[in-house]
């Protein structure tokens, strides 16, 4: 069981996400205002924080720098807002949150979601980069095969280990033929294997800040054809 | 099967319904607010039709805010035509395409978009949840 938090100003959400975290057997903490929330942390840990973006006080981006000021929690962070733009997303995502999803959102792909963040929760120190410094910015290109689609994301085959968490890119065909903007995509899980002569690992990708839009084109592609192995271009 | 597997299995069967009833007694609750939401956005959206007869600029921040959650909830509740319908009027507000078009072409736009709404929504309040669902 994990200590949720979860900062909306929207009581519907709220109650929605009370009641499939509970079902779920997390502990749930429940704030309307983004300060409630910071006055909160001063003196309860949690395991992860859902954070609407737009609120009145003090919006979801200023809480999450405000955390991080304070240094309040280290807490991984899912997005969960209504602002769908792949701007909104990359500074989200900047500014330290882990995953981030769209209003409206599914219960199973949000219940999904919340397991394979707590479950790739970092424990080891971090060295941290300040924001925007010239030494953090890296683009990392290595081959790899899209093995399979989810509505959740992509099972992907790589050389490389690849850590969980991890913000990544691809390029590859197979968006273009669901008809979708590349999304952002944050690795769940590596694991090695045995019996493919040109790749090593399996790495499990998840979507991040799909709208319901997007996700309805993937599920229709889906259902319309069977996966075949297509190569990341 | 031996006896712990069976055990687990019927006690996460037990969650699954459990959590089922109580997801659909939200949606009932949703359901029986929805009116005095939409009469909060009808209020909204009739100050701000009046205010622009008036060549008066509305406070379009407060319907934003209203039709803003709406969108956001409805559809996660399952109901995506009025989620549709508020997401609409957001983005034609957010994005500031509204404001370019004269005050009565905003006006008479405002005015069918509040009947289509206040339909969508009597009919989603009277019907519940078996209305209005889009197939996923």
Known sequence: MSRIMVIDDDHDILRYCDTVLSAQGHEVVLRSDAQLAIDTLKNHAVDLLIVDVVMPLMSGYDFLKEIRRQKLSQAPVLMLTRKNTPKDVTLALELGATDYMVKPFDRDVFSSKIESILGSTKTSPEVKFAAGSTASKAILSVPAMVVGITEMGLTLRTLNYVERNVRIGIDSQVFQEIGIVCPALRTVSCRPIEGDSEYQYEVFVSFVGLDEAAMKKIRRWISGRAISMRKVS | ?136
């Open chain 2, 1 to 136: 099967m031996d006896l712990g597997a069976r055990d687990f299995n019927a006690k996460s069967e037990l969650i699954m319904k459990s959590s089922e009833k109580e997801m659909a007694a939200l949606i009932k609750i949703y359901v029986c607010e929805l009116p005095a939401k939409a009469a909060e956005i009808q209020q909204a959206a009739e100050t701000a039709i009046h205010q622009l007869g008036k060549r008066e600029t509305p406070r379009w921040a407060v319907l934003e805010s209203l039709v803003h959650k709406l969108a956001g909830s409805a559809g996660t509740y399952g109901f995506y035509a009025i989620s549709t319908l508020a997401r609409t009027l957001e983005d034609r507000i957010s994005n500031g395409s509204f404001a370019k078009i004269p005050p009565d072409e905003q006006a008479l736009e405002l005015r069918g978009w509040l009947e289509s709404f206040l339909t969508v929504a009597r009919k989603t309040a009277t019907d519940g949840e078996s209305v209005n669902k889009e197939a996923a």
